[in-house]
């Protein structure tokens, strides 16, 4: 990177706008569960999502992905949505249960014919597709012979990802194998919020394992089928304490280990985590792990997604299950508490901006090989309506995203090799065990008549890619 390919945040054009480096990709990210809906056509088979959606209570308002926003119907017309914003990538997800009904065996032909239609008409949008392999909609067929607590997950993953490569590898030049496996090992098995909706320890250690085995397997899978961009999407976390007490200190090292080091220590260091024995005790027996394992997993990457949205402010807390056969593996005497000095998005989460500048830079200094980093995820839950006018002025998203973008900048002003940056979401969708009560789109969605809304968001992020490609104009 040369002095004249980029600024420092200060340094910005006329308009206020963050400027990046020559060759920064802009675009926007979505979720095969969170707005496809068709769940039971051409041949889809249940996920472990539409299970936990019909349980009572799990989900609020009792929602479900049935028809989410349709996107399977209408692609088109979001492919559009992204073509006019300007966006240089579209990441969406594939629904495993779309390829492989029951997880395994010959590909559902109707399904890969989906993801065809999508990623031809993302090409003719001079739009570059990147698809990401696993967004946590397992199919139920695998989760009843054990899900990721088991190894054959992992093996059938790897068959899943080779079958999807076979049919768009020649037209996807980036992949992702997982998104946010932290949410499926902890918050899947071990706190319960997510499908399956268990409450484990050792099970939900095995899952973060077993996901890191499928990771590696299928990252064997892409590279022998010769993709340009192999990759990962994890959501580490810049994790602070409290206070500076010794306990609080120790909190936030427990923290580390269940938020970041379980992942990041076995894919760009080599080593397992080194405080979790003092993490898990007795659970972290590591007998799920077999020779040979941090080799597999730590094969080399052409980049590492990070999905960022808030920094975590962690205390000691008093209470440890002392059993280990009812102590889940979050259980581990830390706790996110609540800051008041912030505005907060409707999902309770604290907006520091400055704080995606320190992860970035953290993340640099502690793993020496880390790949080039491209942001997978970063925006905001807004409380946005439609007003008088017909639009929605949704102001504070419009902020939450110049803040962060200009903190993406600092990060890149401080030597992080970051490449690109995704958006979430292009539109409001189906916010997990939230229902359809969060909004995170830059266009809206009514969850009545389907139709989409650009919100003022929208038009300020075309603005700023607009204002991206003019300054890289000779």
């Given at each position: 990177m040369t002095a004249n390919e980029t600024t420092t945040s200060q340094e910005t054009a006329a308009s206020g706008f963050p400027r990046f480096p020559q060759g920064f990709s802009f675009g926007a990210a979505t979720a095969s569960y969170q707005i496809e809906g068709a769940y039971d056509e051409d041949g889809r088979g249940p996920s472990i999502w539409d299970t936990y959606c019909r349980e009572p209570g799990r989900v609020a308002n009792g929602a479900t992905g049935d028809v989410a926003c349709d996107h399977y119907h209408r692609y088109r017309e979001d492919v559009g949505l992204l073509r006019d914003l300007g966006a240089d990538s579209y990441r969406f997800s594939v629904a495993w249960p779309r390829i492989q009904p029951t997880g395994s065996g010959a590909a559902n032909q109707a399904g890969l014919d989906f993801y065809d239609r999508l990623v031809d008409e993302l090409l003719a949008a001079g739009i570059a597709p990147a698809a990401t392999l696993y967004h946590w909609d397992l199919p139920q067929a695998l989760e009843d012979r054990g899900g990721w607590r088991v190894r054959e997950t992992a093996e059938r993953f790897a068959e899943y990802a080779a079958l999807v490569v076979e049919r768009l590898g020649d037209r996807v030049p980036r992949w992702m194998t997982l998104n946010e496996p932290f949410c499926t090992a902890f918050v899947g098995y071990a706190i319960g919020r997510h499908a399956p909706g268990a409450r484990e320890g050792r099970g939900a250690l095995a899952a973060a394992h077993h996901l890191l085995v499928g990771h590696g397997l299928a990252v064997r899978v892409l590279r022998?089928?010769?993709?340009?961009?192999?990759?990962?999407?994890?959501?580490?976390?810049?994790?602070?304490?409290?206070?500076?007490?010794?306990?609080?200190?120790?909190?936030?090292?427990?923290?580390?280990?269940?938020?970041?080091?379980?992942?990041?220590?076995?894919?760009?260091?080599?080593?397992?985590?080194?405080?979790?024995?003092?993490?898990?005790?007795?659970?972290?027996?590591?007998?799920?792990?077999?020779?040979?394992?941090?080799?597999?997993?730590?094969?080399?990457?052409?980049?590492?997604?990070?999905?960022?949205?808030?920094?975590?402010?962690?205390?000691?807390?008093?209470?440890?299950?002392?059993?280990?056969?009812?102590?889940t593996a979050v259980d581990i005497r830390a706790e996110e508490t609540w800051r008041d000095d912030v505005r907060h998005t409707t999902m309770g989460w604290p907006v520091v901006p400055e704080t995606f500048t320190r992860l970035?830079?953290?993340?640099?200094?502690?793993?020496?090989?880390?790949?080039?980093?491209?942001?997978?995820?970063?925006?905001?839950?807004?409380?946005?309506?439609?007003?008088?006018?017909?639009?929605?002025?949704?102001?504070?998203?419009?902020?939450?995203?110049?803040?962060?973008?200009?903190?993406?900048?600092?990060?890149?002003?401080?030597?992080?090799?970051?490449?690109?940056?995704?958006?979430?979401?292009?539109?409001?969708?189906?916010?997990?065990?939230?229902?359809?009560?969060?909004?995170?789109?830059?266009?809206?969605?009514?969850?009545?008549?389907?139709?989409?809304?650009?919100?003022?968001?929208?038009?300020?992020?075309?603005?700023?890619?607009?204002?991206?490609?003019?300054?890289?104009?000779?």
């Open positions: 022998e089928a010769g993709v340009d961009e192999v990759g990962i999407a994890l959501n580490p976390e810049l994790l602070l304490p409290a206070t500076d007490s010794e306990a609080d200190l120790g909190a936030v090292r427990r923290a580390e280990t269940l938020h970041n080091a379980v992942w990041l220590d076995p894919l760009f260091a080599d080593r397992y985590p080194e405080h979790e024995a003092e993490t898990w005790g007795e659970l972290a027996d590591g007998s799920w792990r077999l020779a040979g394992d941090l080799d597999l997993i730590g094969a080399p990457l052409d980049f590492v997604g990070v999905n960022f949205y808030r920094p975590i402010t962690v205390s000691d807390t008093p209470h440890r299950d002392p059993d280990p056969a009812t102590r970035l830079t953290d993340l640099a200094g502690r793993y020496p090989t880390l790949p080039p980093v491209v942001i997978t995820e970063n925006g905001s839950a807004e409380a946005d309506e439609v007003a008088a006018d017909g639009q929605v002025h949704d102001a504070d998203r419009v902020a939450y995203l110049r803040d962060h973008l200009h903190a993406l900048a600092d990060a890149i002003d401080a030597g992080v090799d970051v490449r690109g940056y995704y958006l979430w979401s292009l539109l409001d969708n189906f916010e997990w065990a939230y229902g359809y009560d969060k909004r995170f789109g830059i266009v809206r969605v009514d969850y009545d008549t389907l139709e989409r809304l650009p919100k003022d968001s929208y038009r300020w992020y075309q603005d700023m890619i607009a204002n991206h490609k003019k300054q890289e104009m000779p």
